[in-house]
Nanobody, 126 residues
Framework: QVQLVESGGGLVQAGGSLRLSCAAS????????MGWFRQAPGKEREFVARISRSGATTYYSDSVKGRSTISRDNARNTVYLQMNNLKPEDTAVYYCAADRLQDGSRRTLPSAYDYWGQGTQVTVSS
């Protein structure tokens, strides 16, 4: 059974940093492209970042580009999202997701992903 477990969320002041982690189990991690999404109250789930199976290709939403870095460690079955210069509008539940089918494509729709974690709350105070 595939499991994705996020960690690293919390409360941080504007301008601060957080590193989110997502640990995968139950599947060969290196066969999955991975993504991060977020969902604020009353809003739809939105794409944040994506990384290819090898880690060679990454994509970001315009809202986090330049402030965030997605990375992965296939030996540890873990994907990371480093977020810097956080803003109150970054407040949301952050989810990691796994894509079994496509690798290098920029897939931003939640429906493109096969497995999801339970989410971790990120709250940025002003």
């Amino acid at each position: 059974q595939v499991q994705l477990v996020e960690s690293g969320g919390g409360l941080v002041q504007a301008g601060g940093s957080l590193r989110l982690s997502c640990a995968a189990s139950g599947i060969t991690f290196s066969t999955l492209a991975m993504g991060w999404f977020r969902q604020a109250p009353g809003k739809e789930r939105e794409f944040v970042a994506r990384i290819s199976r090898s880690g060679a290709t990454t994509y970001y939403s315009d809202s986090v580009k330049g402030r965030s870095t997605i990375s992965r460690d296939n030996a540890r079955n873990t994907v990371y999202l480093q977020m810097n210069n956080l803003k109150p509008e970054d407040t949301a539940v952050y989810y990691c997701a796994a894509d079994r089918l496509q690798d290098g494509s920029r897939r931003t729709l939640p429906s493109a992903y096969d497995y999801w974690g339970q989410g971790t709350q990120v709250t940025v105070s002003s």
